[in-house]
């Protein structure tokens, strides 16, 4: 692995490619205080639709994963496929959906980053991927034991139960148009820096009647899976989060998890200046004040004394180099 030769103090970074199917490869950056320990714990920040991982640490060096920096974490900041740096296989199609990240890319990344972390390692995920991590952490739980919890932010389950009429025409809306397209056009739209495929879509559009949550080809039942996901997680949400998550749907997906997790409401009534949406809940000043030292905070409270867990031996990554610095932010919500 090669770093980048920065100034006394300032952080460490390198990036890497993490393979995965269908000849994808995710990127992936490593970023670590200068002074800091093999045994510092660290971070996988996955974002959420339409982003990649400048949504958590822009190039500059400034986003919601600074704050886990300051305080000593090693941060890895990852894209999943088609989005950012991720490099794509020779022939370029939107071919994946949901299911991919559930059994693919997110335990991929997991994999990797354990294998190449001596501390105790936990997850950070925004949105649609905080509820794809947890699929993943309960379809295959043997994953669980390479980590030491999970956050999800703006995360919840999926179903008409609010956001009324205008949320059952979108979903319409993003189904029918991702099938006439071949993908979601996020950008053309503005709703996001990166397209996603149909397939993804039409699995949103196909839970939320019914509140389902499986996979496209009904053998899976992730909800069932859920129950067994019994690591620390806490599900966290913003009081003015009521379109794309919201408070009830939060606090049920967080009752229904195996291990009974901690469900934080970040509001006016729990301490806060304002009532979060879905994407200042953790980006912006307010949330780098407010929010996020109640997220390192969980993540140190919950860190076995003296535990380095890193995962299994042996790292599946390759083709590493040092990054460069053009920004990547994206303020987009899903």
């Known amino acids: 692995m090669s770093t980048a030769d920065d100034p006394a103090g300032d952080p460490v970074e390198t990036e890497r490619w993490v393979p995965t199917s269908d000849g994808h490869e995710l990127h992936l950056r490593q970023v670590r205080p200068r002074a800091g320990d093999g045994g510092a714990p660290g971070v996988l920040f996955l974002p959420g639709l339409f982003a990649d991982g400048g949504f958590f640490l822009g190039r500059s060096g400034q986003g919601p994963a600074k704050a886990f920096l300051d305080e000593g974490f090693t941060a890895y900041v990852a894209s999943l496929r088609g989005h950012g740096p991720s490099r794509w296989p020779e022939r370029r199609a939107y071919d994946w959906n949901f299911d991919t990240y559930v059994r693919h890319d997110v335990p991929d990344l997991i994999r990797a980053v354990s294998a190449a972390h001596d501390g105790p390692l936990f997850v950070l995920a925004h949105s649609m991927v905080g509820y794809a991590a947890l699929a993943a952490l309960g379809v295959d739980p043997d994953l669980q034991k390479r980590l030491v919890g999970v956050a999800t932010v703006s995360s919840a389950v999926n179903d008409y139960s609010d956001g009324g009429l205008s949320k059952r025409a979108q979903l319409t809306f993003s189904s029918v148009i991702s099938r006439l397209v071949g993908r979601f056009p996020a950008r053309a739209l503005k709703q996001g820096r990166w397209d ?33 996901v019994t690591l620390p997680v806490l599900v966290g949400i913003g009081a003015g989060d009521t379109f794309h998550a919201s408070p009830a749907r939060a606090r049920k997906l967080a009752d229904h998890l195996g291990g009974g997790a901690e469900f934080t409401l970040f509001g006016r009534e729990t301490g806060l200046s304002w009532d979060p949406g879905h ?3 953790i980006r912006g000043a307010r949330a780098q004040e407010q929010v996020l030292p109640k ?14 867990r890193g995962g299994a031996t042996g790292d599946t990554t390759t083709d590493e180099t040092t990054t460069g610095d053009t920004t990547t932010g994206d303020t987009t919500k899903e």
Request: charged content about 15%; cysteine-free.
């Open 295 to 308: 997220l390192v905070a969980w993540m140190r409270g919950t860190s076995p004394a003296g535990d380095a």
């Open 279 to 281: 994407v200042d809940v």
């Open 196 to 228: 996603e495929p149909p397939g993804l879509m039409r699995q949103f559009a196909a839970w939320a009647p019914s509140g389902a949550f499986r996979s496209a080809d009904g053998v899976t039942d992730y909800w069932q899976a859920l129950g067994q």
